[in-house]
């Protein structure tokens, strides 16, 4: 196979392995933050 195709493939599994990776941490920190604030400060959670 060609050298370029072999970095397109390498950086697009890169690239969706970190937009994962991102959803799969910052969604649940999230949740944790809100519920935080929530019985800390009683700030609802749809704020």
Do not use: E, Q
Not at 4 to 28: E, T
Request: include cysteine.
């Amino acid at each position: 196979m060609n050298i370029v195709l072999w970095i397109v493939v390498i950086a697009g599994g890169a690239i969706g392995a970190l937009s994962s990776l991102y959803c799969i941490i910052s969604i649940p920190a999230i949740l944790i933050f809100k519920v935080y604030r929530k019985i800390r400060y009683g700030i609802s959670l749809n704020d």
